[in-house]
């Protein structure tokens, strides 16, 4: 190996240590490796290489549970986004990734440049984007920092969304103080391969030039790898340097240029310079090709003057790409994207030997083992706790006779009224309508209309006549993060169990996860079980829901140093991103009842099944409303029920039998009755059962695989000849859509609930411009 010409240098190790997130056994690791004592540039490959932003060097071991292969499954974990069949000659490619610590300390930028970071994934693939989407999480919007953050992250969705022309077709928002300073950004993105070979990343060919294509390169987003590997602190006001500064306009041209360049055939390896920029971009293409990467820095297009290695090598600028090229076909490559006013250079070359070698200045910079930088990478081993955490195991005592509940002829309308009123809950119409939902002319559904959205898939050449029915991908993110917070495996499984109903109830055949771990640092014992424990939810719910995982995000130390030195852990909050197949789009139904005079039906666990273990009030919405609190232990998921649901609800849909579907998730029954009901301006007649029960687990209750559904009334018979082989599915009906626009529920023939559409709409659209003093027009 060649010697660096800068290896005399003289730096403070243990300064720099710190900087780089590494601890004195990762320099000794370094050293032996090496055969020598790093200079500083090789330092800082280690430190970002080696993040667990990069490498998973805590989660690695838990992610190898998952699984991840299928027969939709064109590409796993591993490359730059998964990718299934969808039939009629569709591919799908999606990922899902976080910008959490950037968008605390620089929301806007923070949350935009995490939108271009997703879509370069999913471009960098051959595949051209779709849609967008984006699971938020804030702190209670009480306190005006809060306000703050969100009302940047929402204008850096939308500001980069909406000029890159890529709609923002769904997501969800959720409030609890955990998040408070630490608030969770998650993108997910899709996009149809329009490249007959999935664009790989692995390097081959020695000799074949590497070619720089893009932005040029700055000093913004220094160390954000490292910077995401770290908790937040007062402090971290002073890292806004490692965020990066996007630029919606050149990534358009950039997704043009390189799905053309892509078609050409000219490239042989893709890698987007995300986290760690050159250094990963360069090390992943050449370990997963099992060859070597030579660089020189004097040729990347910079756009300022003096900067050393260290800077180039970490530098996280937005918008660029770094190919293998066919050798010979270079210059007519870098033209295409002169064309489009991007920047494109030749800048190395594959090497036979495994490494990667830098040049600055005719000088060797630095020379490193590519696989020592991105796949033989240190591992973190955590000893998992024989038993729950005792503040958690006492949690769990607390019962639903604990919560006091009112008898005889209460009036639950004001319940369901403060529920509605939650801004987990409520309407995110403010967020939805600062988002371009239409662009592009192929959403069918989007926010806030129904449990997924929808987009067209454009009929292949040869794929039928122009009349021909036409089909649609579905897609959503969910995360019960109070259940995960109580019991991470059973809040992981019913996360998985959410998303699969949410698309079930649009029509859509759940097929795939991608998955966002948002996590506190694993190195306390707690947190580490948290970690393990959802992961372990995870691959047992996509197995047992036939959704293979075909990659993600692992997010780490999302968590407040206090002033006093005490952390202030987040939630873990393990998104779940899916996607299903649409056979037809003219099928697809949302959650607002279509007619009156329908009947409506509840799917799944009955409320009165007092003896249920998959239905109750812990970790609920309502019990949170009602003590201040989160306690007890959530309900199970019974995966038979959950498949046997949804397929019910697919056949239904189909067969044209039905007008709304909907989910029951917070709030229980009563919140999904009146969502259908505010959707639609239609009213309700409902009659339920106590059976000896509490009412408000009958109307609040949450878990039970529940899907409320409301019937064509001139399809009835049809309907309840289908119900006639689901013998093992609890399915009730409970009342009738009203075209009198009431939400008027009965229990056991006693009034219980009895209130206009008007109101709870007015109380659901007008809780976010409430908190956040901004006008709201219309409901969504």
């Known amino acids: 190996m060649a010697q660096s010409s800068s290896v005399a240098e003289t730096f403070d190790v243990a300064a720099a240590l710190r900087q780089e997130g590494l601890t004195q056994q990762d320099y000794s690791e370094i050293q032996r490796r090496?055969?020598?004592?790093?200079?500083?540039?090789?330092?800082?490959?280690?430190?970002?290489?080696?993040?667990?932003?990069?490498?998973?060097?805590?989660?690695?071991?838990?992610?190898?549970?998952?699984?991840?292969?299928?027969?939709?499954?064109?590409?796993?974990?591993?490359?730059?986004?998964?990718?299934?069949?969808?039939?009629?000659?569709?591919?799908?490619?999606?990922?899902?990734?976080?910008?959490n610590h950037p968008s605390a300390v620089e929301p806007f930028q923070g949350a935009a440049t995490g939108v271009g970071g997703i879509l370069r994934d999913i471009f960098t693939m051959g595949a051209r984007p779709i849609a967008l989407l984006n699971a938020l999480r804030?702190?209670?919007?009480?306190?005006?920092?809060?306000?703050?953050?969100?009302?940047?992250?929402?204008?850096?969705?939308?500001h980069y969304g909406n000029c890159v022309g890529v709609p923002t077709v769904g997501g969800e928002v959720a409030f609890d103080p955990s998040y408070s300073g630490n608030p969770l950004v998650n993108a997910m993105a899709l996009g149809l391969m329009e490249t007959d070979d999935i664009v790989k990343s692995g390097a081959s060919g020695v000799g074949n030039p590497v070619v720089y294509v893009g932005s040029t390169t700055g000093?913004?987003?220094?160390?954000?790898?490292?910077?995401a590997s770290a908790e937040l602190s007062s402090a971290s006001l002073d890292d806004r340097p490692a965020v990066q500064v996007g630029d919606p306009f050149l990534e358009k041209g950039l997704i043009e240029a390189c799905l053309e360049a892509f078609q050409s055939g000219d490239v042989v390896a893709a890698q987007d310079m995300g986290a760690a920029g050159l250094t990963c971009s360069c090390s992943e293409m050449a370990a997963k090709g099992d060859v070597g990467v030579e660089l020189d820095l004097d040729k990347v297009p910079a756009r300022e003057t003096g900067m050393t290695a260290y800077e180039y090598l970490l530098s996280e600028s937005q918008e660029r790409m770094l190919f293998v090229v066919r050798a010979g076909r270079e210059q007519p490559l870098m033209e295409r994207f002169r064309r489009w006013g991007l920047q494109a250079a030749v800048v190395g070359r594959v090497l036979e030997e495994?490494?990667?070698?830098?040049?600055?200045?005719?000088?060797?910079?630095?020379?490193?083992?590519?696989?020592?930088?991105?796949?033989?990478?240190?591992?973190?081993?955590?000893?998992?706790?024989?038993?729950?955490?005792?503040?958690?195991?006492?949690?769990?005592?607390?019962?639903?006779?604990?919560?006091?509940?009112?008898?005889?002829?209460?009036?639950?309308?004001?319940?369901?009224?403060?529920?509605?009123?939650?801004?987990?809950?409520?309407?995110?119409?403010?967020?939805?309508?600062?988002?371009?939902?239409?662009?592009?002319?192929?959403?069918?559904?989007?926010?806030?209309?129904?449990?997924?959205?929808?987009?067209?898939?454009?009929?292949?050449?040869?794929?039928?006549?122009?009349?021909?029915?036409?089909?649609?991908?579905?897609?959503?993110?969910?995360?019960?993060?109070?259940?995960?917070?109580?019991?991470?495996?059973?809040?992981?499984?019913?996360?998985?169990?959410?998303?699969?109903?949410?698309?079930?109830?649009?029509?859509?055949?759940?097929?795939?996860?991608?998955?966002?771990?948002?996590?506190?640092?694993?190195?306390?014992?707690k947190g580490y079980w948290q970690l393990a424990k959802a992961c372990r939810g995870i691959s047992d719910a996509c197995r047992a829901l036939n959704t293979p995982v075909t990659g993600g995000n692992v997010s780490l130390y999302n968590e407040i140093k206090q002033d006093d030195g005490s952390l202030q852990p987040i939630h873990p909050t393990p998104v779940i991103g899916m996607v299903g197949g649409v056979d037809d789009i003219a099928t697809v139904i949302g959650l607002g009842w279509r007619q009156a005079r329908d009947p409506i039906y509840l799917i799944g666990v009955t409320p009165a099944d007092?003896?249920?273990?998959?239905?109750?009030?812990?970790?609920?919405?309502?019990?949170?409303?009602?003590?201040?609190?989160?306690?007890?232990?959530?309900?199970?998921t019974h995966f038979p029920m959950e498949l046997a649901a949804g397929s019910l609800v697919r056949h239904a849909i189909a067969s044209g039998l039905l007008g709304s579907a909907h989910d029951c998730s917070d709030g229980g029954l009563c919140v999904a009755l009146a969502e259908s009901c505010i959707a639609s301006g239609l009213g309700i007649e409902i009659d339920l059962s106590v059976a000896g029960g509490r009412v408000d687990r009958v109307l609040f209750a949450e878990g039970g695989s529940r899907i409320v559904v409301s019937v064509r009334a001139d399809r009835v018979g049809q309907w309840e000849a289908l119900l006639a082989g689901s013998h093992e599915l609890p399915i009730t009906r409970i009342g009738v859509v009203s075209e009198v626009p009431h939400l008027r529920v009965r229990v056991d023939q006693s009034s219980c609930l009895n209130l206009e559409v008007d109101q709870c709409r007015d109380v659901y659209t007008g809780s976010l411009p409430r908190r956040l003093d901004s006008p709201v027009g219309g409901a969504q």
């Open 34 to 99: 090496l055969g020598r004592d790093p200079n500083r540039a090789e330092l800082g490959m280690f430190g970002v290489m080696w993040s667990e932003h990069c490498c998973y060097r805590n989660s690695r071991p838990l992610l190898s549970g998952f699984p991840t292969e299928g027969p939709r499954i064109l590409v796993g974990p591993g490359e730059n986004a998964g990718v299934v069949d969808l039939g009629g000659g569709h591919r799908l490619a999606f990922k899902i990734e976080s910008h």
């Open 610 to 636: 007092v003896e249920s273990s998959s239905l109750g009030l812990a970790g609920s919405a309502y019990q949170q409303l009602m003590t201040g609190t989160l306690a007890g232990r959530p309900p199970l």
């Open 354 to 525: 495994p490494v990667v070698r830098v040049l600055q200045h005719g000088q060797v910079a630095a020379e490193v083992p590519s696989r020592a930088l991105a796949e033989d990478t240190p591992i973190n081993h955590h000893e998992l706790l024989s038993e729950p955490p005792a503040d958690i195991q006492e949690l769990w005592r607390w019962s639903e006779a604990d919560l006091p509940c009112p008898s005889g002829d209460h009036d639950w309308g004001p319940e369901l009224l403060r529920l509605l009123d939650e801004p987990t809950i409520a309407s995110k119409r403010w967020v939805h309508r600062q988002y371009d939902q239409q662009v592009l002319a192929n959403t069918v559904v989007a926010s806030g209309a129904a449990d997924a959205a929808v987009v067209r898939l454009r009929p292949q050449l040869g794929e039928g006549s122009l009349d021909a029915s036409v089909r649609g991908v579905a897609a959503t993110v969910d995360c019960p993060n109070r259940w995960v917070a109580l019991d991470p495996e059973r809040g992981a499984q019913a996360a998985v169990a959410e998303a699969a109903r949410n698309l079930s109830c649009v029509g859509a055949e759940p097929l795939a996860v991608t998955d966002n771990l948002n996590f506190p640092s694993p190195e306390t014992p």
């Open 138 to 158: 804030f702190g209670p919007l009480d306190d005006p920092a809060n306000v703050g953050l969100m009302q940047g992250v929402v204008a850096g969705i939308a």
């Open 219 to 227: 000093r913004d987003g220094m160390g954000g790898a490292s910077f």
